[in-house]
């Protein structure tokens, strides 16, 4: 018989990671708390109502065709998807040019569009190579993690203005410089996805009520089992028993989940201390910085100009905009993404100033009525004291070739989950669902 404070598995961090862990323990009848140090779940998805009762997303919105797990969920917990607005035009503002166009390419010469088509086949062939699951064993793994990004760019690609396409679109889709990450880490993240194009299709759906409606689902049946507002703090373990404290209690167990970011897992006191290569991984975790803010406006105007809201632009503060507008239009919402320094100048600035540089960003988008938002939402992730970045947490040259195996190896009873361990979708809700799928596999072998 177990004691009051005695279970199978401690799970640190109630994200989308930790709660399908706790929901595939739960339906083996294997004992387990969450342990969540914020005063709510959902970790990187975060959403919340306008006072017109609209669901804002401030953390991760989208899904994709392929992401057969969160499709899977919506359809179970019976919530609507809506697809991303796409009729109209794209606009590209691309080296000071602007352009319109169908699809998620900007109209530009012949010779680049080829580049561009080339690079894309080059990238698509190369992280075919490399295994989802231990990236770091690839030939071409010791090769890749020795370029950045922007050097990798400046190899393959021959137009400036390829160069210019792909460096914007990257840098949106990781929140950092491609001189910060490593060019194995973002094949790695193709190669997880299935390819660029995949990638690129990963926002053709949103939750009608939010994506925070899915967490309310997943921790319907199992409120009596998490403790908000828990930070772990320290975790004595041997090999086969493990004692976590968090807030002046402690529990001891048989097997611990950690799904918290990388970067974060210093935070917490290890006894005996993690091995070097852990401890060297979790150290070098970059950092990326994003703020997202939800513009509403009376109604969907951009439409109006044949326009389908989605906007790119390599001219700072605002990487990308995408219409998350209601199907009905009655109003006319604006995500607006902004990514790696960007994020950073503009968490110096107060509010008013903040708002009013990224609308003056969109009335070059979309004209003078984006000057008049009814509301403004907006969440800066790298001042979130529990996240410190987003979307995910990346690595530079160097790290997952020496340290990536320590990622995903269980150390004693400590297992690692989390959508940066993922072997599909990496970096995405989708990823930190398989996760949370397959370090239970892991736990239930040791639990035998």
Request: glycine residues 6%; charged residues 25%.
């Amino acid at each position: 018989m177990k004691g009051l404070n005695e279970v199978n598995v401690v799970i640190v961090g109630a994200g989308l990671a930790g709660l399908t862990a706790a929901h595939e323990l739960k339906k083996r009848d294997v004992s387990f708390i969450i342990l969540e140090a914020r005063s709510r779940a959902g970790g990187r998805v975060y959403s919340t109502m306008s006072d017109e009762n609209l669901p804002i997303d401030l953390g991760a919105q989208w899904i994709g065709p392929g992401q057969k797990r969160m499709m899977r969920l919506a359809e179970e917990y019976n919530l609507q998807l809506t697809p991303t607005f796409q009729k109209g035009k794209t606009l590209f503002h691309l080296r000071g040019k602007k352009n319109k166009t169908k699809g998620n390419m900007p109209k530009l010469s012949a010779l680049a569009t080829l580049n561009m088509m080339i690079l894309k086949k080059k990238i698509d062939k190369l992280s075919k190579q490399i295994p989802a699951n231990e990236p770091w064993t690839s030939e071409l793994a010791k090769q890749l993690d020795k370029m950045t990004l922007e050097e990798f760019i400046q190899v393959h690609s021959h137009s400036n203005s390829a160069s210019a396409y792909y460096r914007l679109i990257i840098e949106e889709l990781l929140c950092a410089k491609l001189y910060e990450v490593s060019a194995l880490d973002f094949l790695w993240c193709i190669k997880s996805a299935g390819s660029i194009d995949d990638l690129l299709a990963a926002e053709s759906f949103w939750f009608k009520d939010g994506a925070g409606k899915l967490i309310d689902k997943l921790i319907e049946p199992l409120t009596e089992f998490i403790y908000f507002d828990h930070p772990v703090q320290r975790i004595i373990y041997e090999e086969k028993k493990a004692v976590v404290y968090a807030r002046n209690q402690s529990w001891t167990t048989s097997e611990v989940i950690i799904t918290i970011p990388p970067n974060f897992i210093t935070n917490i006191h290890f006894d005996p201390p993690l091995p070097s290569d852990r401890v060297q991984l979790s150290e070098r975790a970059g950092l990326p910085s994003v703020t997202k803010l939800i513009f509403i406006y009376d109604r969907p105007f951009w439409r109006e100009l044949g326009l389908n809201g989605t906007a790119y632009s390599d001219q700072p503060p605002v990487n990308l905009t995408i219409d998350s507008s209601p199907e009905d239009g009655k109003r006319g919402i604006l995500t607006v993404l902004i990514g790696s320094k960007s994020a950073r100048d503009l968490a110096s600035m107060k509010a008013e100033a903040r708002h009013d540089l990224v609308k003056k960003a969109l009335i070059r988008f979309f004209g003078k009525e984006a000057e008049l938002p009814l509301r403004v939402f907006e969440k800066d992730w790298t001042a979130d004291m529990w996240t410190h970045g987003g979307y995910g947490t990346h690595f530079p040259t160097g790290v997952i070739s020496h340290f990536g195996p320590s990622l995903i190896e269980p150390v004693g009873p400590i297992h690692w989950a989390g959508t940066e361990t993922a072997f599909e979708w990496r970096m995405y809700m989708e990823g930190a669902v398989q996760s949370g799928e397959r370090v239970v596999s892991e736990v239930l072998n040791r639990l035998k």
